[in-house]
T-cell receptor
Framework: NAGVTQTPKFQVLKTGQSMTLQCAQD?????MSWYRQDPGMGLRLIHY???????DQGEVPNGYNVSRSTTEDFPLRLLSAAPSQTSVYFC???????????????FGQGTRLTVV | AQSVTQLDSQVPVFEEAPVELRCNYS??????LFWYVQYPNQGLQLLLK??????LVESINGFEAEFNKSQTSFHLRKPSVHISDTAEYFC????????????FGTGTRLTIIP
């Protein structure tokens, strides 16, 4: 059981370049999300999806796009990379639950991105 | 809106000593509370969670946390730490609306001193 798989693990980009961070899960989770982790700031939600074809913005969406064409995949696109996007990016997935319940979020290993 | 405060960014503790990592939250609605642990160069793993019922929750590796509604706190404790507990610990909240979006604190780096 692979869980949540993120690729690549490391990436260096030049300012203005674009790229896609890949995230795939094999647990049939409806809910997927992207966070960025910065020193002293914890994890901040970028975008999330409650199912195929449905996405929404989180706390820090500017400069990022997402799509959800399948249940398994939730790629994160950087349109024009900026040094401020240097960070560690985590993808997470979980089951959707009715109000009153909640379940564990499973995280990938992270992608360490440096924009120079 | 909800927020999480972890006042201690770093906590050094001698091996076999007790530890408490503090977490306070604010929210206009009832919340679910979580502690996640991040070992070096890894993703986050769920350590324990409070959903409802008993206010004291435990993990399989000896950590426990107590939900205190009046003090809006969810402090994490362990009576005797081990070198393997060295990690960063994140407190997180999620509201009760079936909304899985997690709001994280800034994290506490626990360092165990041999």
């Amino acid at each position: 059981n692979a869980g949540v798989t993120q690729t690549p693990k490391f990436q260096v980009l030049k300012t203005g370049q674009s790229m896609t961070l890949q995230c795939a899960q094999d647990m049939n989770h409806e809910y997927m999300s992207w966070y960025r982790q910065d020193p002293g700031m914890g994890l901040r939600l970028i975008h999330y999806s409650v199912g195929a074809g449905i996405t929404d913005q989180g706390e820090v969406p500017n400069g990022y796009n997402v799509s959800r064409s399948t249940t398994e995949d939730f790629p994160l696109r950087l349109l024009s990379a900026a040094p401020s996007q240097t960070s560690v990016y985590f993808c997470a997935s979980s089951y959707r639950t009715p109000p009153g319940l909640n379940t564990e979020a499973f995280f990938g290993q992270g992608t360490r991105l440096t924009v120079v | 809106a909800q927020s999480v405060t972890q006042l201690d960014s770093q906590v050094p503790v001698f091996e076999e000593a007790p530890v408490e990592l503090r977490c306070n939250y604010s929210s206009s609605v009832s919340v679910y509370l979580f502690w996640y642990v991040q070992y070096p160069n890894q993703g986050l793993q769920l350590l324990l969670k409070y959903l409802s019922g008993s206010t004291l929750v435990e993990s399989i590796n000896g950590f426990e946390a107590e939900f205190n509604k009046s003090q809006t706190s969810f402090h994490l404790r362990k009576p005797s730490v081990h070198i393997s507990d060295t990690a960063e610990y994140f407190c997180a909240v999620s509201d009760r609306g079936g909304n899985e979006k997690l709001t994280f604190g800034t994290g506490t780096r626990l360092t165990i001193i041999p």
